[in-house]
């Protein structure tokens, strides 16, 4: 496990090095992203100025499911989703091969090529935006917390489970530039309150395709609104990421390299 941080680490600190290079199209893409990830809960927040409201969900609950969502996607996209591009371009340029040869796991290896600095800015936003929702509701309790961190852990496995899913598709469909639009059109359905959808969507956005965990449940949890039925969503969670290990690997296998 030290080898691994110490990996980590290594590769992150040539990587902020590569963009320091380019201090100014660094700092721009920080501020792109921030704002692109802010333009929902602005909109939240017009919506519930101008007298509407998602009902049974007062304004700051509203934004604590977007900033919850905010910090999930803070740590997933830096950790885990550079590696969709950067299989995406491996892949194309037939330089995929050179990470098999590495003496790691190909999983860790392509996940670690695709560390990704840059997207540590929405980790910024969705902790602001955690912040303000929390400064107008009631603090919430040690067991709030406790239970609001083991749903969180089971978010960045759904969100890397999204990231298996996606750069694997990517090892036979080649020319699937847009599965980033995929991703965003199935997770946006996470950013809302799970409670404003038909109750049998709600079932398929919690134990089939998860996305309401990666926000809608951790921060239910929070507001001690969730009881002994988060231990489904948190199984869902775990059985969603084994299936895009799998799924990974199988594609893996019939990855034909760039003479196929």
Request: proline letters at 4%; aromatic letters at 14%.
């Amino acid at each position: 496990m030290k080898g691994v941080w110490a990996c980590i680490a290594s590769v992150l600190r040539t990587k902020v090095a590569e963009q320091m290079a380019y201090r100014s199209h660094f700092f721009l893409s920080v501020i792109l992203l921030i704002a692109g990830d802010l333009l929902v809960p602005m909109i939240t927040l017009l919506v519930y100025r101008s007298g509407a409201s998602f009902p049974g969900w007062s304004m700051h609950e509203a934004l604590l499911i977007q900033g919850v969502f905010g910090l999930a996607k803070g740590i997933a996209f830096p950790l885990f989703f550079g590696m969709v591009s950067s299989t995406l371009s491996l892949v194309r340029e037939g330089t995929f091969d050179l990470l098999l040869l590495k003496p790691r796991p190909a999983l860790f290896m392509t996940m670690l090529n695709g560390l990704d600095p840059e997207d540590f800015g929405r980790l910024l936003s969705g902790g602001v935006l955690f912040g303000y929702a929390l400064s107008g509701l009631p603090t919430p309790t040690f067991n709030g917390w406790i239970h609001f961190a083991a749903l969180f852990a089971a978010s960045l496995a759904v969100l890397c489970a999204f990231s298996l899913f996606l750069s694997g598709l990517l090892f036979r469909w080649v020319g699937s530039s847009r599965v980033y639009d995929i991703f965003d059109s199935i997770t946006s359905f996470g950013m809302y309150p799970g409670t404003i959808y038909a109750k049998s969507f709600q079932q398929l956005l919690t134990y089939v395709i998860p996305v309401g965990i990666i926000a809608f449940v951790p921060a239910s949890a929070l507001l001690g609104r969730t009881g002994w039925g988060t231990l489904g969503a948190a199984a869902a969670a775990a059985l969603f990421i084994a299936a895009g290990i799998a799924y990974w690997h199988r594609m893996l296998r019939g990855y034909t390299s760039a003479g196929g």
